[in-house]
């Protein structure tokens, strides 16, 4: 049963950062992609990013590209995903995500708002 818990959100003005963490457990491999989801009111969830450290393997939405950086840390099963120049249009609540052997497991969400 693998289980997330995501912390980090809140209310932030725009052009501020915000670090978010996520901390994975109830799975042994080490091969393994996670990362960040994001859900807006009325919007369908998009991939923000994910990294899979085993493979070097890294991917951003092109929304946050150059703005926002994921890292990793495979002994913990964690993720931390830096945001800075936060726009409102990154509003959303993101979720933690994990793939592993073809599923994706999440995370509860934590609420991000950007003020304008």
């Known amino acids: 049963d693998v289980q997330l818990q995501a912390s980090g959100g809140g209310l932030v003005q725009a052009g501020g950062s915000l670090r978010l963490s996520c901390e994975a457990s109830?799975?042994?491999?080490?091969?393994?992609?996670i990362g960040w989801f994001r859900q807006a009111p009325g919007k369908g969830r998009e991939r923000v990013s994910l990294?899979?450290?085993?493979?070097?393997?890294?991917v951003y939405a092109d929304s946050v590209k150059g703005r926002f950086t994921i890292s990793s840390d495979n002994a913990k099963k964690a993720a931390y995903l830096q945001m800075n120049s936060l726009k409102p249009e990154d509003t959303a609540v993101y979720y933690c995500?994990?793939?592993?052997?073809?599923?994706?497991?999440w995370g509860q969400g934590t609420l991000v708002t950007v003020s304008s």
């Open positions: 109830g799975f042994i491999s080490d091969d393994y992609g």
């Open positions: 990294t899979v450290s085993s493979k070097g393997y890294t």
């Open positions: 995500a994990v793939a592993l052997r073809g599923n994706y497991y």
